[in-house]
Each structure stands twice: as C-alpha cells, then as structure tokens.
C-alpha cells in the first residue's frame, strides 16, 4: 500500500489534522476545555522571545568594524594592564632568569622573588617515587 492510498484512508478535517490522532490527544490538549488557549500561548511566547528577537535583528546589521569596537572595550584595557605590569617589572628590576635564547617561561615571571621551592624542584625524581610509594602504601 502506498502512502497516497493509506492517506485518503484517515479521516481528517479541513486543516489536515488526523481525527483520530486528535481524539487520542483530546484528554491532554487545553484547547478542548478553553478555545483561545492556543491563541494566547503564542502571543504569551511571542511576548517573552520579543527582546531576543529585537536583539538578534539588531545582530544583523553588525558589521566587521562593529565587532572590532565591541572587542576594543576589553581588550584595549587589559592590553594597558599588562603594559602597566611590564613596565613595573622593568623599573623595579624583579629579578627573572633569562634562557639562552633570552625568554622567560610564565612559572619563571610569577614565582620571581618568591623563596619556595619551584614546580621543577617540587616533581623531581624523589619526590615522584615518594608519592608513588605513599599512594601504593594506601590503596
């Protein structure tokens, strides 16, 4: 049987509704107790999504210089910030151990100055078998 013949079999009203589909749905659907239900769900949807909606019409007419600016408003004061502390760390003369080839690594900037131990000297071979043995020891 194909579909056109097992679609002229169900009974369905002018909308295309299928009746008996609708009458197994009747005991859960609102409109059948209150006629206008349907309607105001969809102005009361309509109201809440308006805001959204204004708001991504508004995205439409963005352009690539607009989201450039919208980006400078962060990224140019944290750009200031970062050359505020550069600048600091040059006046002061914290002291940084440059390598060989004159960088710094990001552990090296912010434990300058500090006298505990480093990452490096906290994981070495020692301490790495210690805590194997300690985790082997409590499971």
Do not use: C, K
């Not at 609102?30 to 909606?53: G, I, K």
């Not at 060989?100 to 434990?111: C, F, I, K, R, Y």
Request: proline residues 6%; negative net charge; charged residues 25%.
């Amino acid at each position: 049987m194909n579909r056109s013949s097992r679609d002229s079999e169900q009974p369905s009203d002018e909308s295309g509704r299928d009746m008996r589909i609708a009458a197994a749905l009747a005991p859960v659907d609102p409109a059948t107790t209150d006629r206008d239900y349907w309607r105001r769900f969809q102005n009361r949807v309509m109201r809440a999504a308006a805001p959204e909606l204004a708001r991504r019409r508004m995205l439409l007419d963005l352009t690539v210089g607009d989201v450039l600016a919208g980006w400078a408003r962060a990224l140019v004061p944290t750009a200031v910030l970062a050359a505020a502390i550069a600048a600091l760390a040059l006046i002061e003369g914290w002291p940084v151990h440059l390598r060989p080839d004159g960088s710094v690594t990001l552990e090296e900037v912010l434990v300058a100055g500090m006298e505990s131990e480093t990452i490096p000297e906290a994981l070495n071979r020692a301490a790495a078998e210690a805590s194997v043995l300690l985790a082997a020891a409590r499971f």
